[in-house]
T-cell receptor, first 111, second 114 residues
């Protein structure tokens, strides 16, 4: 069955450092993959989308890579800030307009 | 207000009772989704709808019923609530079945079944 794996342990980093989150998927080949941010008590919010023919996508301090051979996406936040603390969800596209969401990785940025 | 809203935001009920969670969006998006979020499982799709009067099962549909008589509303009913249905429920919408459409989520409903 299709499976999405994200770092289950929380990631704790110091302000100003680069945070790197990993998303691995198995048993399918998504045409694109999305990343969402979720703050406590709120619904997820879309951040970035990367297509299968794109190796890298950037938006301000965010960078996403998509390696279809490794079946992996990496999500980077450069010059991290305490306001970046949240849970980040990976969501590869499935058929019929549906996404499959990973469990998410909790990021904590300490000042 | 524009956007996607859910009601109630919090609900406590008892085992065996019927509960309906409401979802309303003001964008006229074609697609709507219901997810549940539990520790250790992430977001799991319960039901989705491609348009009014068109619904389909997701990953975990058992014990749930949906309807979509109007484009803007997508209620989720727990016919006979069980403790395992204690969860946070999110409704989402997207514009159409383009492969790159993002989903917009509501604020969630926290449901406790005693």
């Amino acid at each position: 069955s299709q499976k999405i794996e994200q770092n289950s342990e929380a990631l704790n980093i110091q302000e100003g450092k680069t945070a790197t989150l990993t998303c691995n998927y198995t048993n399918y080949s998504p045409a694109y993959l999305q990343w969402y941010r979720q703050d406590p008590g709120r619904g997820p919010v879309f951040l970035l989308l990367i297509r299968e023919n794109e190796k890298e996508k950037r938006k301000e301090r965010l960078k996403v890579t998509f390696d279809t051979t490794l079946k992996q996406s990496l999500f980077h936040i450069t010059a991290s800030q305490p306001a970046d603390s949240a849970t980040y969800l990976c969501a590869p596209y499935n058929q019929g307009g549906k996404l499959i969401f990973g469990q998410g990785t909790e990021l904590s940025v300490k000042p | 207000d524009a956007g996607i809203t859910q009601s109630p935001r919090y609900k406590i009920t008892e085992t065996g009772r019927q509960v309906t969670l409401m979802c309303h969006q003001t964008w006229s998006h074609s697609y709507m989704f219901w997810y549940r979020q539990d520790l250790g499982h992430g977001l799991r799709l319960i039901y989705y709808s491609a348009a009014a009067d068109i619904t389909d099962k997701g990953e975990v549909p058992d014990g749930y019923v949906v309807s979509r008589s109007k484009t803007e509303n997508f209620p989720l009913t727990l016919e006979s609530a069980t403790r395992s249905q204690t969860s946070v429920y999110f409704c989402a919408s997207s514009a159409f079945q383009g492969r790159e459409e993002t989903q917009y989520f509501g604020p969630g409903t926290r449901l406790l079944v005693l």
